[in-house]
């Protein structure tokens, strides 16, 4: 008995059995397995059913009887048969015709739905609030660039809230924050982390110096962008100079990042980066660390338990697999150098 499996065909395969007069049976056609549609095709090419068997590694009694199941449902014989091989019918040529190119959309098709499961293409869309011009997440991204060629990687600046929103609504499917507390309906992970910085002018007389403390800071006008991550900047500038008893002039600017790391640059004030700004190169920038272990900032990625996004799943794979080995940085969870 013929194996039935539901699987809509190209509209070709249809066409295919209306050629061979057929129309009523088409329905019942249709959830023929694709594999008699691939003997039939591997005969015809073979003109042999024993050659058309080794091709597709089955017995030559198997794809005879296929053959025939299939004749006997369509009520038209494909091939003629005689003892140096077989030959297709004029019904059997035009049939061929139109399944060929049917099947291998078809088994594009299936490939192309295996490889999105496997993640081998699709989409990663990745939030973050700080720069990837290096570190941890530069490199995250650059390994899975190079792991999966075929999958392409979106990179969304923004705010926290702004991602978080995001990811609920699947428009975002993983973000990485700074020190991110537990997040109702969303999965964390520790990845890595990262000592702040003073960003300063060249010409600044705490450039000088090898590393900084907040006290040192007191009398220094910081300046933040008045867009994210800026707010957040400024609640860490007010909490962690209030720990040394510091209050600072801190000016909002109508600044992005880059401009605002440009305008300290110049003069305009100072501001804290975490460490991965020191792959960015700006004329007249100068970083110096924070010496207290309280400014080692640890990053989380967060994302939705409900993501079932196949290129989430690799990534997030290799994120943990790089924090637990702290493969991809020399700045680990809980940084031994104080003066990293």
């Avoid at 490889?115 to 990745?126: C, D, F, K």
């Avoid at 964390?188 to 403390?213: F, K, N």
């Avoid at 609640?235 to 600044?255: A, E, F």
């Amino acid at each position: 008995m013929l194996q039935k499996s539901p699987a809509e065909l190209d509209p070709r395969i249809v066409e295919a059995f209306e050629v061979a007069s057929h129309v009523n049976e088409v329905s019942a056609i249709v959830d023929y397995h694709m594999r008699h549609l691939r003997i039939v095709l591997a005969t015809a090419d073979h003109r042999s059913f024993r050659r058309a068997a080794l091709s597709l590694g089955q017995h030559p009694s198997c794809v005879s009887r296929r053959v025939r199941e299939l004749e006997d449902h369509l009520g038209v014989s494909l091939f003629e048969r005689c003892t140096s091989g077989v030959s297709p019918t004029i019904a059997g040529q035009r049939f061929v015709e139109l399944i060929r190119p049917a099947v291998l959309r078809i088994d594009e098709a299936t490939r192309g739905a295996g490889s999105a499961g496997r993640a081998e293409i699709g989409t990663l869309r990745i939030g973050t609030i700080v720069t990837i011009a290096g570190g941890f997440l530069r490199r995250l991204v650059e390994i899975y660039c190079a792991k999966y060629p075929d999958v392409a990687v979106d990179i969304v600046d923004g705010g926290r809230d702004e991602h978080l929103a995001a990811i609920r609504m699947r428009e975002l499917d993983v973000a990485f924050f700074p020190a991110a507390n537990e997040i109702s309906d969303c999965e964390t992970i520790a990845c890595w982390s990262e000592r702040v910085h003073i960003a300063l002018a060249d010409g600044h007389p705490l450039s000088r110096r090898a590393s900084l403390d907040w006290n040192e800071l007191k009398d220094e006008t910081f300046i933040v962008s008045k867009f994210e991550p800026g707010p957040e900047v400024h609640q860490y500038i007010v909490r962690r100079s209030s720990d040394y008893g510091v209050h600072p002039l801190i000016i909002p600017k109508p600044s992005l990042q880059e401009t605002l790391m440009n305008l300290v640059a110049l003069g305009q004030g100072i501001t804290p980066v975490v460490a991965s700004w020191r792959a960015v190169r700006l004329p007249g920038l100068t970083l110096r660390p924070l010496r207290d272990c309280a400014d080692i900032v640890p990053f989380h990625g967060i994302w939705s338990p409900g993501n079932d996004n196949p290129a989430l799943r690799r990534f997030l794979s290799l994120s943990r697999a790089a924090a637990k080995n702290n493969s991809l940085c020399g700045e680990p969870l809980r940084n031994p150098d104080p003066w990293r």
